[in-house]
């Protein structure tokens, strides 16, 4: 076998999507080669001529050599300076642009998400940069686009999320006198720390999830009418808060889970339920545990993570092109 350009390793094709490390350290070896992607990205695409918003054209931007490297091109007509670092997650950060990025691929490398602690080793930045690296990302670009509603096959469940509890939580009841005062205060505990989600899935398609303050009627409807097309056909199981479902214009099969049924021909939420087992080996596997407060968006980086899952443009520039736009105030 001739030996390969080492430069240039070749590596085998597994799929469309698959971006490796070498492909990654290839295309961005440097803070340069980020910034300029960035610029290309968001003024640019032959890296030369752009839109200046002072002359009012397309004009000839040029990258001008100072003592120190700023992160800017110039309109060689009128002088204006863009920053294609400006209004994105990337702007006044003191970490690198180079290790953003790398945070970002790490980010869509891994199937089930990275935690800090892991971030924190990859990329050699203390505890806390590494935490609020990947929190900007999961907050600001991993957002559910509620763009185009569900439609045709849709399933639908409700999942909480909070696990067991533990002994500290038990020794508020164990000792009770009574089974029922014991029963009631588990019920408390329940309420108090199991955070409701709600999700729905379009069979072949994408799905949406939110985390809920509870699993009544109107707050389950409310998410129902923006995120599903009238007249879908859904499929749920047997919980009562379904039983609507026609009255809003849904065609409605339910799976009687209460009588141990769980796939009859058509009629089953295994595609819901296969997600809801995705988020819940993610958190407790990478994040061990994740407060009612930020479970949302931890949510959203599983729903995120799902709906590109058959995109045929990598996962990493997805991202990175999400984080190539201005930030949204507030
Ligand atoms: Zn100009």
Redesign the pocket.
Known sequence: MAPGNRKAPIHALTSASEYMVADFDRDFPDDEACLQWLWRQRYSQDGTHAF????E?V?VFKRYETKQQRQNWT??????HVHPTAGTIFHKSSTSLRLWFYAMFLITSTRSGISAKQLERELGVVYKTAHRMLKMIRTQLMTQDDEDPLEGQVEMDETYYGGKPRQSDKAQWKDLPTSAERRMASQKWADKKKAPVFGMIERGGKVRAYVVPSTQRPTLYAHISTSVKPASTVYTDDAKVYRKLPVHGFEHHRINHSENVYVSGDVHTQNIEGFWSQVKRGINGVYHSVSRRHLQSYVNEYVWRFNHRDDLTPMFFTLASSAAVTLKKG
């Not at 200046?52 to 002359?55: F, H, K, L």
């Open positions: 200046c918003e002072r002359c054209a004009t309109c060689t007509a009128c002088g204006l």
